[in-house]
């Protein structure tokens, strides 16, 4: 088996690579690192498309419910841990205990999992500084609530377009496929001398027709494609629509600081 060990090097995160039979015979190599943050096994295929946003609300407002019961915060971790969390979450609470059980910050050990954490991930950063884990946690839990108040809103606000779209995509599919092939004949009679306009129309009937298993794998893969580059880019996206794109980083800006609210 191959694992990917997380450790920190004169303030600094770094990774190395280690073949072992398991993690007992991990320990024993000469590679292995001391400061240790986090050690992942690595797998032939270990992705996800989508993520279970209601467990990870769920984890915070759990660690939210604890703080609130002036528990530790290393007692909390050991308990979420414990707890029927998918193995990402599990992850985490890992990546936490052991920054703590080292004296590391928890924030820098978090970074290796920025992509799944997204923007929340800052609240670590500031409760490390602050010694406030409590109003920490409680505004990250606040904030994923948010979020997903805003995205079902949306959806709810997006629903009746979606399907009159799907309705209208579907009425230009039966025009072409059985209402066009009709007057094909017709149109068959004027040979080249047809509208520009009619042709195109003609030029898109076929295509349906005919390469329709084409388009629909290509819209299929489209999607797929960019559901991956968001997953694996997703803190770099997010920082260029943070930042650098001129209007709709405002309008991006305003709607994370509305969530804070």
């Known amino acids: 088996m191959k694992y990917k060990i997380y450790y920190q090097n004169k303030d600094k ?3 190395i690579i280690i073949d072992a039979f398991n993690m007992q015979s ?8 001391s400061n240790i943050i986090y050690i992942n096994e690595i797998k032939k295929f270990n ?9 990870k609300l769920e984890m915070f407002y ?5 703080l609130d019961s002036n528990l530790q915060f290393k007692y909390i971790i050991d308990i979420l841990i414990n707890s029927d969390f998918s193995k990402k979450n599990k992850e985490i609470l890992q990546t ?39 109003q920490a946690i409680l505004a990250m839990y606040k904030m994923q609530k948010q979020e997903e108040k805003i995205k ?3 959806k709810n606000i997006l ?11 579907f009425t230009i599919y039966i025009l072409f496929l059985y209402v066009v092939p009709k007057f094909e004949n017709i149109y068959a009679q004027f040979g080249s001398n047809l509208p520009y306009s009619t042709k195109i129309l003609l030029d898109v009937k076929y295509i349906i027709s005919n390469e329709y298993l084409y388009l629909l794998g290509f819209i299929i893969l489209f999607i797929i494609i960019s559901r991956i580059i968001h997953v ?11 930042h650098f794109i001129p209007i709709f980083s405002t309008l991006y800006r305003n709607i994370i600081f509305y969530k804070l609210l």
């Open 13 to 15: 995160l770094k990774s």
């Open 26 to 33: 991990l320990k024993s190599s000469i590679d292995y690192p």
């Open 47 to 55: 992705f996800t498309l989508f993520d279970n946003k209601n467990e």
């Open 62 to 66: 759990e660690m939210k419910t604890m």
């Open 96 to 134: 936490i205990k052991q920054s703590i059980k080292n004296g590391q910050s928890i924030y820098e050990s978090l970074l290796i999992h920025k992509n799944y954490l997204g923007n929340s991930i800052i609240f670590f950063k500031i409760a490390q500084e602050n010694s406030t884990f409590k």
């Open 152 to 154: 079902q809103d949306i």
């Open 159 to 169: 629903a009746y377009p979606i399907i009159l779209f799907s309705s209208v995509i």
């Open 232 to 242: 694996i880019f997703k803190y770099q996206i997010d920082k260029i629509l943070f």
